[in-house]
């Protein structure tokens, strides 16, 4: 497991609101990257595709989906999606301050998305 790849438990996803039912549909099928602990920890992009996957069949729940879309929401927030902007050979100062402030508002970003993980880790659910 590369130190970069984001992670997630059980625990964690109930945080985020699911069910401790839901939590182990989702990650059954899943390979866990690691063990922390008596908690199996899985990669956060398998975990999101199992997301979409049990969210697409046709017989869960509306209740369910909410959640799973919640569920989704906070995933996603946690995976560092952010491209890096091509500097041109012109820039400009304000196009400097621009990228500087891109990149502190995405430092901001993922510190937030791992403080709610860690919340999420701890049991509380905050939306």
């Given at each position: ?29 899943l ?10 920890v899985y ?76 919340v ?8």
């Open positions: 497991m590369d130190a970069s790849t984001p992670t997630t438990t059980r625990k964690q996803l109930c945080g985020y609101g699911a069910s401790r039912y839901l939590a182990r549909k989702l990650t059954r099928s390979e866990p990257v690691a063990k922390s602990g008596n908690a199996y990669a956060l992009n398998q975990v999101v595709t199992a997301v979409r996957d049990y969210s697409a069949r046709a017989r869960v729940q509306l209740t369910t989906k909410q959640t799973l879309e919640q569920l989704l929401t906070q995933l996603l927030s946690r995976i560092d999606n952010v491209v890096s902007l091509v500097p041109n050979s012109n820039q400009t100062e304000v196009g400097d301050v621009t990228q500087q402030l891109l990149k502190q508002m995405h430092r901001t970003d993922k510190a937030m998305a791992e403080l709610k993980a860690t999420a880790s701890m049991g509380g659910h905050k939306g």
